[in-house]
């Protein structure tokens, strides 16, 4: 699996020759989109900054859009949504947390969550994060403190942190690596199979954002 971050919540996975798209910006946003084809696109949520389905279908890619909880399955991906809240954008929306299944690992994406631990169902449900996906940004989502904080209570092989930068505090992300207590140098992507997450536990990597 090829894992690529785009910037603001944006996170590209491919596998194959199958593509998902989580939170991908829109074109109304005042952040800047990433134009490429989907199979499968997640939003957490209905704002321009993570809506942008009309960015990911492209050339002969018409993705199979997953807007909110419930159970899906597509391109043989298994994918769980669970509601939650958020107060991204200055009021208390719905944020929808992904638990994705592919090549034998769980991804765990928890997109625009404001919330110090998990809401109750998907506390039951999530099990065994292989990567996680945790918002760091404050302002309507946690803040770094926070977040890693429920990170590591989720007992994941390896933390990607997001929504930094371009769109969360300007100093989020030292301040989560700070509560980390590690310094990864940042990566233009990551590329891994099931067997890179032996024996690694809540590792912190950091990827550079293409956009």
Known sequence: MIITFLGGESVKAQFGDTVLAFNPVSKDSKLKPAKYGADIVLSSLNHEDMNGIDQVTFGDKKPFAITG??????????????????????????????????????????????????????????????????????????????????????????????????????????????????????????TLKKKDLEGKEAEVMVLEAEC
């Open 69 to 190: 909880p419930g159970e899906y399955e597509a391109k043989g991906v298994f994918i769980k949504g669970f509601a939650s809240d958020s107060g991204y954008g200055g009021e208390k929306r719905i944020n929808t947390i992904y638990s994705v299944t592919l090549e034998g690992m769980n991804i765990c994406y928890l997109g625009a969550l404001d919330q110090s631990e998990l809401p109750k169902e998907a506390d039951e449900a999530i099990d065994g994060v292989d990567i996680l996906f945790v918002p760091i940004g404050g302002d309507g989502v946690l803040d770094p403190a926070r977040a890693y904080k429920l990170a590591v209570s989720m007992g994941p092989k390896l933390i990607i942190p997001i929504h930094f930068g371009d769109i969360g505090g300007k100093d989020a992300l030292k301040a989560f690596l700070k509560e980390a207590g590690e310094s990864p140098k940042p990566e233009a992507k990551l």
